[in-house]
């Protein structure tokens, strides 16, 4: 996609300093910008980059005065950054407008399309699926039979979504997300081996979630897993079966919560955490990357780290002295030397 | 699907107390129970539960007496915790009993396919594969050149086996598994960068095995990597080159075996738990969540924690006294200061 | 595929000891040799293996001498290592062969297809890309709009690449990696919850890449994540937006790095480590498994361990301690008594 200077000026209401008919095709970081793309200068620590970028437009400020002779058009507005992410999220639209369903595809006789769907190559909708209004289903999601897709939820390639799941509005999962596979529920048995606990709930997954690529998310052996509203689920992210996750929730790539433990809402986890089954973790917690959470947390809005972890303050001057154990341990059988030979004296 | 309380009772053997009419659609946990569900009370710790839920009908043991009014129906057995496990199994039974080859899938004419199998749209199957009686393979399966799958396994959506491989009766394989990937083998050559070690062994995994979502198990680079009779394998787990895992073993989300670790029969290994590989692992070996194991374990039915791990209450002693550190700390100077000046004196 | 011994010797340009005509069918380990197998013998301390093989035949040294009969019929070469890894090449190149464009598949009529590429059924190639010559899609590849796949790459059956990316020569894939799904990008709006950063960038993979089963590499923000000539990434791995991997750089399995990071070539990475955002990793460094890095590292070749991380020899000495903190603990206890016991004296 090309644009004028001109045009992303009118799209901004912006005023065009230079070229307004230089050709633009893509966006960039000031420090990156190459021919052909169009840039911004919002933070002022990044000034000295207008007058080297190779940029061929770049969004500056109204109030913006150059020291130096700029080589890119400019389009003067009054806050540059916003009119950038402006310009982000109409790029990103403009991508993701596929619309109409490809052949060949597989929807059920049973299942309802809403309007302006995108039904991509390849893609499963099996029976009694309910899929929204400006829904995009990428080529190669199967969605299983009876599950609810809401509006303007997309589906990247790849997803699977088994039978009887529930997804709400506005949400984005990316490519190979696996929503509603059994929970891992195993009883001994007198013959000393493991017979499988049938997984008959569900997952529920309110609007604005997002889950990244390749994490799992297991349907509830009886009831349903939810992640609430507004939740943002990293990559390769395991949730087991009956776990809830609170409104706003984010957590960063490869933790894993374990089952029927309930995360509040806001709460921040880091990468790689890993959190134990039943448990109950309070709003706005935040958990630092690799720890390991072994019981409940009570207290709101506190900070833990350690495997198990402990609050991160504490944790962190115990790591200090845990560096230190060989110079206290010397210092200890110092001691002990110097108090033997005193009582030898 | 719907049943009467009075059909329900037929297939259970149970006495109905109340409307035998009254019909129920799904399965409730007691606390959960809403109209048109069915629940039961096995444990006594629940029974508060009968006199509220919001069950239609409620299985309950036949000596169970009432001490207030219970608004569900009650069908009563002998034994109500394996009445309801026998309608969950039933009930899971009847969802995935789909059967047929449905169309467009891609069936190599070499293979051979079992009787009352099921092939979903756009599952490929390669040339000589080997299906067994009652497999059901989901849509978008992949199963390469010359690999086999025994009776009754089920393969859901978008799961990948590569060529060559084995796999038993009874397993259940989840959305996004892939089964005989290359192992991780690349020699550093001459010019200071690596080749790669061909791999071409391949994967088998005996009967009764279940993997997770997204779970990887690599192929062996000669030979095989195997996994035994009745192991359950949770999500995101990485199986690698030449591994063995026992029979009965458990193996919880994220967790890691390096290449040709041998892990023994009836082993619990708790979730993101790193196993370097060349390792043997004994017999009922039990390990911690999180833990990294550097070495083998050659004493039966022990656990273990830690990352290197060592026995889980040493682990667990010394974690008690990091978390005193900082004190401990304090007290080794305030020694050091009272010894010095005692020395001065 | 069936050989026989005569014409293995011949690709080998060995001399074959015993029956030329005996057939072969696989290769093995000579410990596992089996009716049909083919082994070798390079490592002498493997010897004793070369007169109880059940192997078929064996490629052997000129040089070796037998001191035992020995069933297997021999081949005897130079340099028996390399001549068994030739064949493990030949064989995997047979294994790989397959050409043409199977259906039902979805090429869009603007991609441009290279010579001597294989499309797999339900394989989807978007707008504009462009797949060079050699390629191999396998079935359920998905390959988004204006991406690029350079010659002799292999892409196995479910990876997802998203649009606008651009892989180089000799890449190989595996099953369910994903490619260029959005970074993980939110900012807190006024209404206390998370906006998307739309994420525009994309990934650059650079020729002789190998990337392992369900690994993830999220697209840039703006500009590219770049993963360099050379690099093998194992399963399971997460690489987050605007990432950059260094040549040659190996990483294992289930390890993360976060968003920014840059690691420079030359590296060795353990699995499950983390790597946190916006760091600089110098050339050389290897990190133990399970470590923790929260910091830049700036000298070149060092061994880092631990969660955070420290110099690896410093990081074994605390953690030798840290196993003995009861006894520490014990004998701090008692030298404070003597201590107060002196002091009251």
Not at 112 to 140: D, Q, R, T
Request: glycine letters at 10%; a neutral charge; one cysteine or more.
């Amino acid at each position: 996609m090309e644009f004028t200077v001109a045009q992303i000026a009118a799209i901004l209401g912006g005023e065009v300093e230079g070229n307004p008919d230089a050709v633009v095709n893509a966006l960039a970081k000031i420090e990156e910008g190459k021919e052909k793309s169009l840039t911004f200068l919002a933070n002022p620590a990044y000034t000295e980059y207008i007058y080297t970028t190779g940029a061929t437009a770049a969004i500056v400020s109204k109030s913006f005065v150059a020291e130096k002779p700029i080589s890119a058009t400019l389009i003067r507005v009054e806050n540059p950054y916003e009119s950038f992410a402006l310009l982000l999220e109409t790029y990103n639209k403009i991508k993701h407008n596929k619309q109409g369903i490809e052949q060949p595809s597989f929807v059920s006789p049973t299942a309802v399309l809403g309007s302006e769907v995108y039904v991509g190559a390849f893609a499963y909708i099996g029976a009694n699926v309910k899929i929204g209004n400006h829904v995009k289903i990428y080529p190669h999601v199967f969605i299983g039979d009876n599950t609810q897709i809401d509006d303007h939820t997309i589906i990247f390639s790849g997803v699977k979504i088994y039978s009887d799941c529930v997804v709400g509005k506005h949400c984005t999962f990316h490519s190979g997300v696996v929503v509603g596979g059994d929970g891992f529920g195993f009883a001994p048995n007198s013959e000393n081996n493991y017979k499988k606990v049938p997984q008959i709930g569900n997952v529920i997954i309110e609007d604005h979630v997002e889950i990244g690529a390749n994490t799992t998310v297991d349907r509830a052996t009886l009831g349903s897993t939810i992640i609430k509203k507004g939740a943002k689920i990293d990559n390769l992210i395991q949730i087991a079966h009956n776990v809830e996750i609170g409104e706003n929730t984010v957590i960063a790539a490869q933790t894993g919560v374990a089952g029927s433990t309930k995360i509040g809402s806001d709460c921040m986890i880091g990468g790689q955490v890993g959190i134990i089954g039943h448990l109950n973790i309070a709003k706005g917690t935040k958990i630092a990357a690799q720890s390991g959470i072994g019981n409940s947390i009570k207290n709101e809005n506190e900070i833990w780290q350690g495997s198990p972890a402990f609050a991160i303050g504490d944790y962190k001057r115990s790591y200090v002295m845990f560096r230190k154990l060989p110079e206290m341990h010397a210092k200890l059988m110092a001691l002990e030397k110097m108090m033997l030979e005193k009582n030898k004296a």
